[in-house]
C-alpha cells in the first residue's frame, strides 16, 4: 500500500512538474509533449491524484500520521523528481526497477 502510495504521489508530482514553465519538455517517458498540449487538464488530474493519495495515506495510517507521512513521502519524490528529471535519469527502466524493488522490499519486511 505504501508502495501505491508513493506511485500516486510520483506521479502527480511529476505531472504537476511537467506542467512548469521552468521545465523543458524532454521526452524522458514519452508523455511530455502530450501534457504540454494539455496543461490545464494536466494540472487538475495531477492534483486530484495528489488528493487521493492523501486520502488513501490518511486510510492507511491515520489521520495525524496518515497526512504527516503523506508530505514525507511527496518532499522525497519531489526532491527525486527535480534532481533526476534534468538529468534525464527518470526512464521506465530505473521506474521500473526502483517500483519492484520497493514493492519486494515492502512485502518481505512487512
Known amino acids: 500500500m505504501a508502495t501505491g502510495i508513493s506511485l500516486l504521489a510520483f506521479i502527480s508530482f511529476y505531472l504537476l512538474y511537467?506542467?512548469?514553465?521552468?521545465?523543458?519538455?524532454?521526452?524522458n517517458l514519452g508523455f511530455e509533449h502530450s501534457i504540454a498540449e494539455h496543461k490545464k487538464a494536466s494540472k487538475y488530474v495531477s492534483l486530484a491524484l495528489m488528493i487521493f493519495s492523501l486520502g488513501l495515506s490518511c486510510i492507511y495510517w491515520g489521520l495525524g500520521?496518515?497526512?504527516?507521512?503523506f508530505f514525507i513521502i511527496l518532499m522525497t519524490v519531489a526532491s527525486l523528481v527535480i534532481l533526476?528529471?534534468?538529468l534525464r535519469l527518470l526512464n521506465y527502466r530505473f521506474l521500473g526497477v526502483l517500483f519492484l524493488c520497493s514493492i519486494l522490499f515492502e512485502t518481505i519486511l512487512f
Open 18 to 27: 511537467s506542467t512548469s514553465k521552468k521545465m523543458s519538455a524532454m521526452g
Open 65 to 69: 500520521s496518515g497526512t504527516f507521512t
Open 84 to 86: 533526476l528529471a534534468p
